[in-house]
């Protein structure tokens, strides 16, 4: 699963410098396994793409990990990827769900029906993470 992450944000040509700072974020520890809900689609033995959530509050979640390993870009992967995360957030009660987006996926994530709420800094100076919202189901 690292090995997709990891390949998923270097496709956007980030610098190794960039990259290297990332490689803690990235790597999927026993620990983030314990503290997330993973979710993994394959082709045959071949992960294509895998996502996480955690819960921060009552019927609200978070993305914590998004990512379609890099031959399977724009091949419709990341719809499906959504549309999974999206029923099982619905059966888990879910109201929202944040997403603090890479900038290079925010297209993505408007496509998706996500509108921006914010921003969060980086570790890169000058740069921010756009941070989305979806509506998952109404509050009851």
């Given at each position: ?56 509050a009552e019927r609200e979640y978070e993305l914590e990990d998004c990512w379609v390993a890099p031959e399977y870009i724009g091949h419709g992967f990341g719809q499906l990827l959504f549309d999974d995360l999206k029923k099982r ?52």
């Amino acid at each position: 699963m690292t090995k997709v992450a990891l390949a998923s944000k270097q496709h956007w040509g980030y610098p190794d410098e960039w990259m290297a700072l990332w490689v803690d974020e990235l790597t999927i520890t026993p620990q983030k396994l314990d503290e997330r809900d993973f979710f993994v689609g394959k082709n045959g033995d071949e992960i294509v793409f895998l996502y996480s959530i955690s819960q921060r509050a009552e019927r609200e979640y978070e993305l914590e990990d998004c990512w379609v390993a890099p031959e399977y870009i724009g091949h419709g992967f990341g719809q499906l990827l959504f549309d999974d995360l999206k029923k099982r957030l619905r059966a888990l009660g879910c109201s929202r769900l944040k997403i603090i987006s890479d900038p290079n996926a925010a297209g993505f994530y408007r496509k998706m029906g996500a509108v921006q709420i914010g921003e969060e800094p980086t570790k890169i100076e000058g740069r921010v993470f756009p941070v989305f919202e979806v509506q998952i189901a109404k509050n009851k």
